[in-house]
C-alpha cells in the first residue's frame, strides 16, 4: 500500500467509527445476502460477532502503516477462520461485502481513490489470513500422513 493509500484507509475510517458496530452489522446483512451459506458459520449472537470484527478492523486500521506488527496476529485470525470453515471464496465474498458496507457508509466521501485504497487494505488482510490457514492446513496434512 501506499503512503497516499494508508491515509485515506484510516481517514475514512474515522469517519465511520463512531457507527462501527452498526456498520459491522450492515456489513453481516450484505454478506449474508450475498452468501447466505455462510451464515452457520457464525456462531453466537450478531451483535457479538460485529463486535468483534469491529475491534479487528480498529486494530488492523490503526496499524496498516506497520504490518509486521500486526502480521502474527493477523495469521492467527486466519488460522482461526480456517478452523472455523472459512475458505478461499468466502474472503472475496467479505471484501464484496466490506466495499458495499463502505459505499453506504461514507457516501460521496468513498471516491474511486478509497474504494482502491480500501481494496488495498483488505487484499493484504485477506492475502496474510488466507497464507496463513493454508500453511496451517498443509502442516495439519504432513502430520496426519
Known amino acids: 500500500m501506499t ?4 491515509a485515506l484507509v484510516q481517514s475514512s475510517f474515522q469517519t465511520i467509527q463512531p457507527v462501527i458496530e452498526q456498520a459491522a452489522l450492515m456489513l453481516y446483512d450484505r454478506l449474508f445476502e450475498l452468501d447466505p451459506g ?8 450478531r451483535r ?13 486500521v490503526t496499524a496498516i502503516d506497520r504490518p509486521d506488527q500486526i502480521r502474527g496476529a493477523v495469521e492467527a485470525l486466519g488460522r482461526r477462520h480456517a478452523g472455523y470453515g472459512v475458505r478461499d ?3 472475496t465474498t ?17 471516491t474511486p481513490a478509497v474504494r482502491e485504497a480500501w481494496g488495498a487494505a483488505y487484499g493484504w ?16 496434512s504432513c502430520v496426519a500422513v
Not at 3 to 6: A, D, H, L, P, S
Request: proline content about 3%; charged content about 20%.
Open 48 to 60: 457479538e460477532q460485529a463486535g468483534k470484527l469491529a475491534e479487528a478492523l480498529a486494530i488492523v
Open 89 to 91: 471464496a468466502h474472503y
Open 38 to 45: 455462510l451464515q452457520p458459520l457464525f456462531r453466537g449472537p
Open 125 to 140: 488482510l485477506a492475502f496474510t489470513m488466507r497464507r496463513a490457514a493454508s500453511k496451517s492446513s498443509m502442516a495439519l
Open 3 to 6: 503512503t497516499e493509500q494508508i
Open 94 to 110: 467479505m471484501g464484496e461485502a466490506l466495499l458495499w458496507t463502505l459505499a453506504r457508509g461514507l457516501g460521496d466521501a468513498f
